[in-house]
């Protein structure tokens, strides 16, 4: 009986520890590396200056005076700048014809110039042959063959490279593009990702005159972003971040959440993309029902139970005035160092900071890209990043939330662990020496375009 019983023993403990060591390096698996980033960043020939911008607004024939007050008052006080850049079609004036050729070289100059940096600052330790998944996020352009294709063969990758091409996703689908890779990286070991994330501009002009449909020409800009992800333990000493956690809310189910944000043609057979007045409430229950998830993740548990004390002893007593300016009552900045908000509007920045409670400071780095670069739609994020890192804002063990919301209605938030001190140089390199002082630098449109706010002139009619 002992002599079986020995054998059986360590049988059980072979079997412990293999599966010990399987928990383990599944447990690793799940890790997801940031190991580099690049935003695109257009030549000076492409930017938007107000002359610029004006030019484009008086081709259009369809404009009234009503609508060009319209037009102009909304790009004044949009909060963007004038280096913001434009798609080429745009720019050479043929906005109300563009051609396919139109949106191959806008998505090949911004995919490869980011990809091509990428791979350059990486040269050492990976090449485009190392790359087992690539995920490619474009709105508004699905060409046959897929833009991952395009890559795949720009840099003649593996054949048996897991790619994926997402469409109409809009501005949130840079963070839904990480939880895929995530989500791959759990069946795979010792993986590199890369996540490409744009949108195309030139072809989707809107060259009408309904107003809500004439805000996408105001705050959308070219750009994009290309990021290198691994799930190999070996490079986590190299890697700038670890991802922390995901959460992904998703309202589509609501008709007004859903038709919100849509492309579609105005009643004068123009495409455009709409954007209705149901926006701002469906972004909030997106970002509400979100924060639900992702929030207990990562705030301390100490904070979760004062929260909870607090509310419910002020359930019965808080006014209706107190409960829409104290923001959402708990402390964010227990658990959170940095909030990375999508630079889509200044409306959006300045709303979720004040839902949020959060300070000039916090938001500084959203406003900030929105005036510089625009709203670059999936890549956004990356740019508020960029910021961040220039300023040298970003320490070791620092948590960063990226916070992006999209057509759908979906709001998709994500947190990040900083792995080591960041100040690499990167798109802002040439333009720290000017922010984030916005309230000296003059607005070229009011100073320009005064008369628009003169509503002396509403009568006159074209």
């Known amino acids: 009986m002992e002599l079986f019983s020995i054998p059986s023993l360590l049988l059980l403990s072979t079997l412990f520890v293999f599966y010990i060591i399987k928990f383990l390096n599944k447990r690793n698996q799940r890790n997801c590396y940031m190991l580099h980033y690049e935003c695109f960043k257009g030549k000076d020939e492409r930017k938007l200056d107000t002359e610029t911008c004006a030019k484009v607004v008086e081709r259009n024939k369809h404009l009234g005076l009503e609508e060009y007050r319209f037009l102009l008052r909304t790009m004044a006080s949009s909060g963007i700048g004038e280096e913001t850049y434009g798609p080429i079609n745009v720019l050479q004036g043929r906005e109300a014809s563009p051609t396919l050729l139109d949106a191959y070289s806008e998505m090949d100059e911004i995919m490869f110039e980011t990809l091509d940096k990428l791979f350059h600052k990486t040269k050492g330790f990976v090449s485009p042959s190392d790359i087992d998944i690539l995920v490619v996020n474009v709105s508004l352009f699905a060409p046959s063959p897929s833009l991952t294709s395009r890559v795949i063969n720009r840099y003649k990758m593996r054949e048996d490279i897991k790619s994926f091409n997402l469409s109409g996703l809009g501005c949130s689908a840079s963070v839904i593009s990480i939880d895929i890779v995530q989500r791959i990286f759990e069946t795979r070991e010792n993986a590199f990702a890369l996540v490409v994330s744009t949108e195309t501009m030139g072809p989707h002009w809107y060259c009408g005159k309904d107003r809500s449909m004439m805000l996408s020409n105001c705050l959308f800009r070219a750009g994009g972003s ?26 589509g189910a609501e008709d007004e959440a859903y038709s919100c944000c849509m492309q579609m043609e105005d009643k004068d057979g123009h495409p455009g993309f709409l954007l209705t007045k149901y926006l701002k409430k469906a972004a909030a229950r997106a970002l509400t029902k979100n924060l639900q998830v992702l929030l207990p993740r990562v705030l301390p548990v100490k904070e979760l139970i004062r929260y909870a004390i607090v509310r419910a002893l002020k359930r019965r007593t808080t006014t209706k005035r107190e409960s829409t300016t104290s923001g959402i009552g708990l402390d964010l900045k227990t658990g959170l160092q940095h909030f990375c908000i999508h630079p889509g509007g200044r409306a959006i920045i300045e709303g979720v900071g004040t839902s949020l409670g959060l300070t000039e400071f916090d938001i500084e780095p959203s406003r900030m890209a929105l005036h510089r670069f625009g709203n670059t739609s999936s890549g956004g994020l990356w740019y508020v990043l960029g910021y961040m890192e220039a300023k040298k804002r970003l320490k070791k063990g620092d948590k960063i939330i990226m916070m992006s919301m999209g057509a759908g209605f979906e709001c998709n938030n994500c947190v990040w662990e900083v792995l080591k001190n960041l100040d690499n140089k990167n798109v802002w390199e040439d333009s720290m020496d000017r922010y984030p002082e916005l309230s000296k630098i003059p607005n070229p449109f009011v100073e320009k375009y005064d008369w628009i706010n003169d509503d002396t002139m509403s009568f006159i009619r074209v």
Request: aromatic share 4%.
């Open 226 to 251: 290309s990021v290198l992800l691994t799930n190999a333990a070996r490079f986590k000493n190299r890697a700038m971040m670890k991802l922390v956690t995901v959460a992904r809310a998703h309202v």
